[in-house]
């Protein structure tokens, strides 16, 4: 994973995939990655009983891993690898998503209302119809992300990068977007009126 300044730093979780000639790194509590894990649901509820003991997930591989429609809620994920994983309506109002590197992951129609985003790597990411309300996304990387009619109500977009992203039908009343880079972006339909601070619209499709 890749720190604030460039760094490199290791999960805690470096376990490697029981597979026969896989190679790749285990998920968090579970002996093989996501391709090769046999049962989903005993594994999902593992997870699940962790986050409402309010166990610390920092730092886990959860890479691919089907988190889809789970219940989440203030899941202490900071640091987490969640590259590629499926959080299609799942539950993380605040949750702790702290340098979360979660390219490609998808969290369409999720609940991230008041979680904390800041420096999370979500490049490429699903975010339609999330609603994230009140979220921290300061110096959040969301380029190439698709965020189409999410609610970013009240948000904290300080220094984020949301270039080249698809914004349209986003709602972003309030939002401090001070700093923020929207460079070419789309914002077709986009509720900017009353976001607050000056940002970079340098080609974005506005209107």
């Given at each position: 994973?890749?720190?604030?300044?460039?760094?490199?730093?290791?999960?805690?979780?470096?376990?490697?995939?029981?597979?026969?000639?896989?190679?790749?790194?285990?998920?968090?509590?579970?002996e093989t990655c996501?391709?090769?894990?046999?049962?989903?649901?005993?594994?999902?509820?593992?997870?699940?009983?962790r986050v409402r003991?309010?166990?610390?997930l920092q730092g886990?591989?959860?890479?691919?891993?089907?988190?889809?429609?789970?219940?989440?809620?203030?899941?202490?994920?900071?640091?987490?690898?969640?590259?590629?994983?499926?959080?299609?309506?799942?539950?993380?109002?605040?949750?702790?998503?702290?340098?979360?590197?979660?390219?490609?992951?998808?969290?369409?129609?999720?609940?991230?209302?008041?979680?904390?985003?800041?420096?999370?790597?979500?490049?490429?990411?699903?975010?339609?119809?999330?609603?994230?309300?009140?979220?921290?996304?300061?110096?959040?990387?969301?380029?190439?992300?698709?965020?189409?009619?999410?609610?970013?109500?009240?948000?904290?977009?300080?220094?984020?990068?949301?270039?080249?992203?698809?914004?349209?039908?986003?709602?972003?009343?309030?939002?401090?977007?001070?700093?923020?880079?929207?460079?070419?972006?789309?914002?077709?339909?986009?509720?900017?009126?009353?976001?607050?601070?000056?940002?970079?619209?340098?080609?974005?499709?506005?209107?």
């Amino acid at each position: 994973m890749i720190g604030e300044n460039g760094t490199m730093y290791y999960l805690s979780n470096s376990k490697v995939c029981t597979h026969i000639h896989c190679g790749k790194a285990a998920l968090f509590a579970a002996e093989t990655c996501a391709r090769h894990l046999e049962d989903t649901s005993a594994w999902r509820e593992e997870i699940h009983r962790r986050v409402r003991s309010g166990e610390s997930l920092q730092g886990a591989n959860l890479e691919n891993a089907n988190l889809k429609g789970m219940a989440l809620p203030m899941a202490k994920l900071e640091e987490a690898n969640l590259a590629g994983a499926d959080l299609e309506g799942a539950d993380l109002e605040a949750a702790h998503l702290t340098r979360v590197v979660a390219p490609g992951a998808n969290f369409k129609g999720a609940n991230l209302r008041g979680a904390q985003c800041g420096l999370a790597l979500l490049g490429a990411a699903v975010l339609d119809e999330a609603v994230c309300d009140g979220a921290d996304f300061r110096r959040a990387n969301f380029v190439g992300t698709s965020a189409r009619n999410a609610s970013f109500r009240e948000c904290d977009f300080y220094y984020s990068r949301p270039g080249a992203a698809d914004f349209s039908g986003a709602d972003l009343s309030e939002a401090n977007i001070q700093r923020a880079i929207f460079r070419a972006a789309n914002l077709r339909g986009a509720k900017l009126e009353t976001a607050r601070g000056s940002a970079n619209f340098e080609r974005a499709t506005r209107g």
